[in-house]
C-alpha cells in the first residue's frame, strides 16, 4: 500500500555563521554556529514524500520541475534514512520513493532555501519511514545549515570532535517563545550578479584565508559563549553587537579569500550604514544586521521599533512603487517619524527601488506534518499536481 506524507520546514538565519568545513562528505564544520530560526508563516519550504510498491525509481521534483536523483547529497540523506528505518523497524526500506518539494518565497532572492529545503526533505522522509531521534545529523549531509532548521528558537549547531560526525549535531537552545518579542525584517536587495555558492566560497577560504583560522580558533568560542549570555538575559544591546560583528567578521574572511569572495554590495553596505547611525541616534543597539551569502539584509529588532524602523527604511530607500507589495509578511503600525533626517541621511535618501521589498517575520517553531488531502503536492499516482 502507498502512504503520503507532507511537511514544511523554516528557514534560519545564523548570528553566528557557520563558514568552512573540516570534511566535505559529512559536511562537518570548523566552528560552532548558533542561528535564530524564523515562522514558517511567512516563509517556509514544504515537502510531500510518497511511498508506493508501485514506482519502480526514486524520482524528485523541486518547485515544479524534476530534477536528476544523481545529486550526491539527495542520495546521502535518503540512504542515512532508509539505514535508520531498517535497523528500527527491521523491514525492508527499500521501497521507491516520490519527493515533491516548493518553496513559499523567491529561491532566486539566495534566502537560505537550500536549508528550509534540506531539512524539509529528511524530516519528511523520517516521518514517511519512521524514523525517530535525531535528524540533524542527516539533514547536516543536505547542507550543513539546514541541521539548524529542525528546530525551533534559537538553534546552536555543535561542531563535534568525532571523524564520523556522530557528535556534530544541532541543538535548541532557546524556545521560540524565550524572547517572543524578537522581530526579522529581511530586506531584499536588488541584485543580478551571479554569486558564488555557499559551498565552494567556504572550501576556497579553508584553502586560502588565514583570517578564518583565527577566527575558528580565538573569536568562535568566546563569541559563542557571550551570544548564549546575551539571549538568556534578553540584552538586546549585546545581542545586536554580537551579531553584527559575526556578520563583519565572515564577510573579513570573505575578502581575505583569495580571490576574494565578495558577497554584500553598495546597498547592503549603506543599510549597514544606515543601522548604525540610528544605533548612535538611539544611544543603544536597537536594531541588528547580518548578511550571507548575498547582498540581502537580515535586521533582527524589538517589536516596539518595528514602525519607526519601518517607516525609516522607506524614507532612506525608497520604494518603487509604494503599496502593498513592499511590506510583506506580518503587518506593521504606521508611525510618526520623529528621528532627525539629517543626521540619517546625510546626503539624502537613496535612488528608488534598491531595495526590492521588506519580509517582516519573526522566530518561530521548527517543522511540522500538514493533514488532510489537499495539503499534499502529489496526486494518488505520485504525480505532481
Ligand atoms: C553564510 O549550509 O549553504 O549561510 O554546507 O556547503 O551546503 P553547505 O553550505 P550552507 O552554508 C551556509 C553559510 C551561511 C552561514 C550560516 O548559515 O551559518
Not at 98 to 115: D, K, V, W, Y
Not at 119 to 134: I, M, N, P, R, W
Not at 179 to 203: E, H, N, P, Y
Request: with cysteine; proline share 4%.
Amino acid at each position: 500500500m502507498a502512504s503520503i506524507v507532507t511537511c514544511i520546514a523554516p528557514v534560519n538565519i545564523a548570528v553566528i555563521k557557520y563558514w568552512g568545513k573540516r570534511d566535505e562528505k559529512l559536511i562537518l564544520p570548523l566552528n560552532d554556529s548558533l542561528s535564530a530560526t524564523l515562522s514558517t508563516e511567512q516563509m517556509h519550504a514544504k515537502t510531500t514524500v510518497m511511498i508506493s510498491p508501485n514506482f519502480t525509481k526514486d524520482r524528485i521534483w523541486l518547485n515544479g520541475k524534476e530534477e536528476s536523483f544523481e545529486n550526491p547529497r539527495l542520495v546521502a540523506c535518503l540512504r542515512e534514512i532508509r539505514k535508520r528505518a531498517t535497523s528500527k523497524n527491521g523491514k525492508n526500506c527499500e521501497l521507491k520513493v516520490h519527493i515533491c518539494s516548493e518553496n513559499n518565497f523567491p529561491t532566486a532572492a539566495g534566502l537560505a532555501s537550500s536549508a528550509a529545503g534540506y531539512a524539509c526533505l529528511v524530516y519528511t522522509l523520517g516521518k514517511a519511514f519512521g524514523v525517530e531521534g535525531d535528524l540533524t545529523s542527516i539533514a547536516r549531509q543536505g547542507s550543513g545549515s539546514a541541521c539548524r532548521s529542525l528546530m525551533g528558537g534559537f538553534v546552536r549547531w555543535m561542531k563535534g570532535t568525532q571523524n564520523d560526525g556522530s557528535d556534530s549535531i544541532a541543538e535548541q537552545v532557546f524556545h521560540e517563545n524565550h524572547w517572543a518579542d524578537m522581530r526579522v525584517l529581511i530586506l531584499v536587495v536588488s541584485d543580478s550578479r551571479k554569486k558564488v555558492s555557499s559551498t565552494s566560497g567556504m572550501q576556497l577560504s579553508v584553502k586560502t584565508s588565514d583570517l578564518l583560522k583565527h577566527r575558528v580558533q580565538n573569536v568562535v568560542p568566546q563569541r559563542t559563549k557571550e551570544m548564549i549570555q546575551a539571549l538568556e538575559s534578553k540584552c538586546f544591546h549585546t545581542f545586536a553587537e554580537l551579531t553584527m560583528r559575526d556578520s563583519s567578521s565572515f564577510h573579513a574572511v570573505c575578502l581575505d579569500t583569495y580571490p576574494p569572495a565578495v558577497y554584500m554590495n553598495d546597498v547592503s553596505h549603506s543599510i549597514v550604514d544606515f543601522v548604525h547611525r540610528y544605533n548612535k541616534l538611539k544611544g543603544s543597539n536597537k536594531v541588528a544586521y547580518t548578511f550571507d551569502a548575498g547582498p540581502n539584509a537580515c535586521l533582527f529588532l524589538l517589536e516596539e521599533d518595528v514602525p519607526e524602523v519601518v517607516g525609516l527604511i522607506k524614507a532612506v530607500f525608497p520604494p518603487h512603487v509604494e503599496g502593498k507589495t513592499f511590506m510583506r509578511g506580518l503587518p506593521v503600525e504606521n508611525a510618526v517619524i520623529q528621528q532627525d533626517m539629517d543626521l540619517l541621511l546625510p546626503s539624502g535618501p537613496h535612488e528608488a527601488g534598491m531595495i526590492k521589498y521588506v519580509i517582516h517575520t519573526k522566530v518561530g517553531s521548527g517543522p511540522k506534518t500538514l493533514d488532510g488531502k489537499n495539503c499534499h503536492l502529489l496526486n494518488d499516482e505520485g504525480l505532481p499536481k
